[in-house]
């Protein structure tokens, strides 16, 4: 193999690796960022700003007085090329609030050619 040809292996090489390993972090840190997004405009009572994070808007809760947020974990899955993510997290809501404060809430996330979008949110038994 003269030079050339070596350096276009290790370069397809280099680009094999980088969608094999980079593609899965890179999925990982925008979903979490869309999910920190949507707790942080909730906290701050700004409910309109997250209808653009769902599949269909009509589906978003009415999340008020949450006083905090946490995220606890994460699971990515692929089915038919399609990648999908839950993000579990744990909310704290004021006192006067009707929703059960200090439990486990997951987000089921589906990536589309608009972004990560909300399937749905519900509350963990």
Not at 31 to 58: C, E, H, M, R
Request: proline fraction near 6%; glycine fraction near 4%.
């Amino acid at each position: 193999m003269n030079r050339n040809n070596i350096l276009i292996f290790l370069i397809v090489v280099i680009l094999i690796s980088l969608n094999i390993f980079l593609k899965p972090y890179l999925y990982e840190r925008e979903v979490l960022n869309t999910a920190k997004t949507i707790l942080t405009a909730w906290q701050k009572g700004d409910i309109p700003s997250v209808y653009p994070f769902w599949q269909d808007p009509q589906k978003s809760p009415p999340i008020y007085g949450l006083v905090s947020s946490e995220i606890k974990d994460k699971i990515f899955s692929e089915k038919e090329d399609v990648s999908y993510a839950q993000i579990f997290v744990i909310l704290k809501f004021s006192q006067d609030n009707i929703l059960p404060s200090g439990r486990e809430w997951v987000f089921e996330m589906v990536k589309t050619k608009y972004g990560w979008k909300i399937l749905d949110f519900r509350l963990m038994r």
